[in-house]
């Protein structure tokens, strides 16, 4: 007698519904972790905040952790595809400075939980497990090389995109973290000038 064995297969649907309740999740965590920080972001909010059940957490990531390294890769990503829009559109001569601008702008500053993930949660780094310091560390580096490449041909392309980005990322931070808004814009403001002049 001769048995057959049927394959069970998950229904195409159930995996596309899956793949998208997982994008939903790692959405609302890369928003709620640039507005709240890692230590303010918690895995029974996240799943409110996306319409969810905490239950159901555990069928889409291993770890709390699992989760915030994939919010904080889509968060960097969500930055670098604003920087490379912004150096499609200007002209190249004139790119790094739309950037700055655009980055130093009132909008990103009112914007934190939309904004780039580098100024809202940098200074939380060194206390993240590796797997989030990882992914974060990876899309700093693809922001370092995207800046970079305006540099090419110029000596010391690699220090100047370094000093470009830690001029934004800092100037960012400083412009939030003071409660005047005339030291906030002045900040910002001898940062466009400061990149300016040495263009």
Same mark, same amino acid.
């Given at each position: 007698m001769m048995i057959v064995m049927k394959k069970t297969t998950t229904p195409r649907n159930t995996i596309n519904r899956k793949e998208t309740t997982h994008k939903r999740i790692v959405e609302t965590a890369a928003r709620a972790i640039r507005r709240s920080g890692y230590d303010g972001t918690g895995v029974a909010d996240i799943m409110k905040e996306a319409g969810l059940t905490h239950g159901g957490f555990y069928a889409h990531f291993s770890s709390r952790d699992a989760m915030l390294a994939e919010a904080a890769d889509l968060a960097g990503a969500d930055t670098i595809a604003i920087a490379e829009r912004i150096f499609a559109e200007a002209p190249r001569e004139q790119a790094l400075f739309a950037l700055m601008n655009a980055y130093l702008s009132n909008e990103h500053m009112a914007n934190i939980e939309s904004g780039c993930a580098l100024a809202s949660l940098g200074s939380e780094m060194p206390r993240q497990a590796p797997e989030v310091r990882k992914a974060a560390t990876r899309r700093i580096k693809e922001m370092v090389a995207l800046v970079?490449?305006?540099f090419t041909g110029q000596p010391n392309a690699h220090q100047k995109a370094l000093v470009t980005i830690s001029t934004m990322?800092?100037? #960012?931070?400083?412009?939030? $973290?003071?409660?005047?808004?005339?030291?906030?814009?002045?900040?910002?403001?001898?940062? #466009?000038?400061?990149?300016? $002049?040495?263009?």
């Amino acid at each position: 007698m001769m048995i057959v064995m049927k394959k069970t297969t998950t229904p195409r649907n159930t995996i596309n519904r899956k793949e998208t309740t997982h994008k939903r999740i790692v959405e609302t965590a890369a928003r709620a972790i640039r507005r709240s920080g890692y230590d303010g972001t918690g895995v029974a909010d996240i799943m409110k905040e996306a319409g969810l059940t905490h239950g159901g957490f555990y069928a889409h990531f291993s770890s709390r952790d699992a989760m915030l390294a994939e919010a904080a890769d889509l968060a960097g990503a969500d930055t670098i595809a604003i920087a490379e829009r912004i150096f499609a559109e200007a002209p190249r001569e004139q790119a790094l400075f739309a950037l700055m601008n655009a980055y130093l702008s009132n909008e990103h500053m009112a914007n934190i939980e939309s904004g780039c993930a580098l100024a809202s949660l940098g200074s939380e780094m060194p206390r993240q497990a590796p797997e989030v310091r990882k992914a974060a560390t990876r899309r700093i580096k693809e922001m370092v090389a995207l800046v970079e490449s305006r540099f090419t041909g110029q000596p010391n392309a690699h220090q100047k995109a370094l000093v470009t980005i830690s001029t934004m990322v800092g100037t #960012l931070l400083l412009a939030r $973290a003071v409660d005047e808004p005339e030291l906030s814009q002045e900040f910002r403001q001898a940062a #466009l000038k400061h990149h300016k $002049a040495i263009e």
